[in-house]
């Protein structure tokens, strides 16, 4: 893809991101915030990926799609952080064609894999809780790698083609991406001509990628939860409870922004609150991740307590 001709216009060879064009003055500072936010993100997921990896009692289904997600968060925000930071800090806010057309499918294919993990993640949830007794039959390896696999395998092909018609459309006008990254609805929004046909695939797409696993979620949440009711303590259902606790948390902050940018007519997003959700789905969920998922977790408090061990002793033997 090199750029559309349209009538008497020129080939195009690149869009402009003008995310940050409202506040100049604030660069330097919001470099310094999506540095940290970058870092941090970096480091927690990989700090849980190798406690998943490292310490055998971590080695369940669970910690497994746990480890998948610390891989897909720091792929997410590698895909648009970087170039948010070269672009603060060079003030160079074009992007090539082809750049924004890899950018975008990546974005979407990552979170197309990210709404199926945690489907499948919740699959897993009701299985421990409303089967305990048949969780190692029901989620023995084949199945949850094989769920796991699914869900980075479903939409790769059709993404791709869904990308492709979207930088078929023919461009003209303005080259400028009201946007910090090349998100779908920004993109679209300067594509010329009517783009109806567009937007009812976006639509369908967003449904099978977004609300198909989100109405799985949803299934599992209901049997869990009427599965806690029916306990006799307090106390057990707390404890139950607690389990996936974190994993409703996380699906509520990525699933709720995904919503609100996506599944909403195109004459509706204002891209001032545009900007906010992509910042909480592409930014602030993955790096809050880690925490979600570690702070309230006592395997996997543990998990690093005996490795911070395993490091101090191992330094003492020098």
Known sequence: MGGMITGNHTPWTHFILVGFADHPELRRVLFVVFLFCYL????????????TVADAALHTPMYFFLRNLSFLEISYTSVTLPKILATLLSEKEDISFLGCATQMYFLLFLGGTECYLLAAMAYDRYVAICHPLRYPLLMNRRVYTGLAAASWLTNLLVLMGHVAAIFTLPFCGSKEINHFFCDLPPVV?????????TEIAILLVALFFVLLPFALILASYMRIITTILGMPSAEGRQKTFSTCSAH????TLFYGAACAMYLKPKASHLPHGDKVFALLYSVVTPMLNPLIYSLRNKEVKEA???LTQKVCSGTQGF
Request: glycine share 14%; aromatic share 8%.
């Open 40 to 51: 941090f993100t970096l480091t927690g997921n990989f700090l849980l990926i190798l406690l």
């Open 304 to 306: 690093l307590r005996r």
């Open 189 to 197: 929004k300067l594509a010329c001509g009517d783009t109806h046909g």
């Open 248 to 251: 409703l948390l996380g699906v």
